[in-house]
Nanobody
Framework: QVQLVESGGGLVQPGGSLRLSCAAS????????MSWYRQAPGNQRELVAR???????NYSDSVKGRFTISRDNAKNTVDLQMSSLKPEDTAVYYC?????????WGQGTQVSVSS
């Protein structure tokens, strides 16, 4: 059974930092591209950052320079280090695992940025 379990969300003040982690099981992790998406109330789910199976990284323009995605194929984890957080980063953040013709989602973790 495939499981993607996110952790690390919470409430942080503007300018603060958080680190999200996603632990994967039930998949051949190294074969999957791993991504973080987010969805704010009333908005569509959007891609935040993606790291391919080969390590190529892409960021959305809104987080470039502030967020860093990384993966550990030995531990089957993908992390998202978020810095200089803004109120507009408030959303539910989802872990995604993608391979040809298949993808899996985690249950999401709430990130709230507010003073």
């Amino acid at each position: 059974q495939v499981q993607l379990v996110e952790s690390g969300g919470g409430l942080v003040q503007p300018g603060g930092s958080l680190r999200l982690s996603c632990a994967a099981s039930g998949i051949i992790f190294r074969s999957y591209a791993m991504s973080w998406y987010r969805q704010a109330p009333g908005n569509q789910r959007e891609l935040v950052a993606r790291i391919s199976s080969g390590g190529r990284i892409n960021y959305s323009d809104s987080v470039k320079g502030r967020f860093t995605i990384s993966r550990d194929n030995a531990k089957n984890t993908v992390d998202l280090q978020m810095s200089s957080l803004k109120p507009e980063d408030t959303a539910v953040y989802y872990c995604n695992a993608e391979a040809p013709y298949i993808q899996h989602w985690g249950q999401g973790t709430q990130v709230s940025v507010s003073s």
